[in-house]
T-cell receptor, first 114, second 114 residues
Framework: AQSVTQLDSQVPVFEEAPVELRCNYSSSVSVYLFWYVQYPNQGLQLLLKYLSGSTLVKGINGFEAEFNKSQTSFHLRKPSVHISDTAEYFCAVTAPEYGNKLVFGAGTILRVKS | KAGVTQTPRYLIKTRGQQVTLSCSPISGHRSVSWYQQTPGQGLQFLFEYFSETQRNKGNFPGRFSGRQFSNSRSEMNVSTLELGDSALYLC?????????????FGEGSRLTVL
């Protein structure tokens, strides 16, 4: 079985400050890892993904994440946030044999303040 | 290119009724997945279809069913509605199941059960 834990339910941060949203996963098989973002009253949008290869992955809107197998983590980072980054962020895991059956974390609400 | 289209966007039903939700994937995408999003349980996988065949199924009762048509459009049905079925139902498409986890989501159908 797979599971995802997002360690913070809400993260408040001032505009132009750096931010890290934490994600830990559990899986008995090799994993694919994802971060999705959901803006109010919208569906989810893929920010970035780790399938294999380089453990540092870059995504859209200046976000990046690092896959750490030993710590079973996939934390999301951005060096300087904008008001428009205010949204809910979801970490998700699947495995090659599970296809599109994603297991999502509970989500982290990022609140960017001016 | 048009995104994933879900209809209806909002609907209200009463307990015991049934509901059908529709999803049109991005043109050329043949895999469609459905997720339920609630404040209490978060995002949970319902099922995935590819080429009119159900590939994966989540842990939901048999009241939840789905199908996919030859044009890749998909419907999901919930029979004998319960209050706990109130949720945002999200449809997502991908080009093939091999693009595991790389999903394009619609804006969802928000179901309220009274």
């Amino acid at each position: 079985a797979q599971s995802v834990t997002q360690l913070d339910s809400q993260v408040p941060v001032f505009e132009e400050a750096p931010v890290e949203l934490r994600c830990n996963y559990s899986s008995s098989v090799s994993v694919y890892l994802f971060w999705y973002v959901q803006y109010p009253n919208q569906g989810l949008q893929l920010l970035l993904k780790y399938l294999s290869g380089s453990t540092l992955v870059k995504g859209i809107n200046g976000f990046e994440a690092e896959f750490n197998k030993s710590q079973t983590s996939f934390h999301l980072r951005k060096p300087s946030v904008h008001i428009s980054d205010t949204a809910e962020y979801f970490c998700a895991v699947t495995a090659p044999e599970y296809g599109n059956k994603l297991v999502f974390g509970a989500g982290t609400i990022l609140r960017v303040k001016s | 290119k048009a995104g994933v289209t879900q209809t209806p966007r909002y609907l209200i039903k009463t307990r015991g009724q049934q509901v059908t939700l529709s999803c049109s994937p991005i043109s050329g995408h043949r895999s469609v997945s459905w997720y339920q999003q609630t404040p209490g349980q978060g995002l949970q996988f319902l099922f995935e279809y590819f080429s009119e065949t159900q590939r994966n199924k989540g842990n939901f009762p048999g009241r939840f069913s789905g199908r996919q048509f030859s044009n890749s459009r998909s419907e999901m049905n919930v029979s004998t509605l319960e209050l706990g079925d109130s949720a945002l139902y999200l449809c997502a498409s991908s080009s093939t199941p091999d693009r595991a986890g790389e999903l394009f989501f619609g804006e969802g159908s928000r179901l309220t059960v009274l």
